[in-house]
Nanobody, 128 residues
Framework: QVQLVESGGGVVQPGGSLRLSCKTSGFNLDYVTIAWFRQVPGKEREGLSCISISDGTSYYADSVKGRFTISEDNAKNTVYLQMHNLKSEDTAVYYC?????????????????????WGQGTQVTVSS
């Protein structure tokens, strides 16, 4: 069955870096879009970035553009989110999500409702 498992979260100082991993199984990465979201208590889930594996199309939220990079390793069935220059406001639970769209839409990629499968999340805490 479809599974998405996040890892790589932790505690990091402001200005530091982390790389999150989303290990996938149960489907072919070539035919899907994978996204990263985050959520803090009391707020809506925020779309950060997505990648359409078939053609490499990617999108980023303004809040992370230039600091976060999404990438994939098809051989390992894994999608990554490299995060640099982390700030306290990046503290959240980070989730990866998948839908069966070969090409993400620039209008809807950051809407949580367009994703069908989700991982369990990994906590990122940015604190001195």
């Amino acid at each position: 069955q479809v599974q998405l498992v996040e890892s790589g979260g932790g505690v990091v100082q402001p200005g530091g870096s982390l790389r999150l991993s989303c290990k996938t199984s149960g489907f072919n990465l070539d035919y899907v879009t994978i996204a990263w979201f985050r959520q803090v208590p009391g707020k809506e889930r925020e779309g950060l970035s997505c990648i359409s594996i078939s053609d490499g199309t990617s999108y980023y939220a303004d809040s992370v553009k230039g600091r976060f990079t999404i990438s994939e390793d098809n051989a390992k069935n894994t999608v990554y989110l490299q995060m640099h220059n982390l700030k306290s406001e990046d503290t959240a639970v980070y989730y990866c999500a998948m839908n069966y769209r070969r090409r993400a839409s620039g209008r809807t990629w950051n809407h949580s409702l367009v994703y069908d499968y989700w991982g369990q999340g990994t906590q990122v805490t940015v604190s001195s």
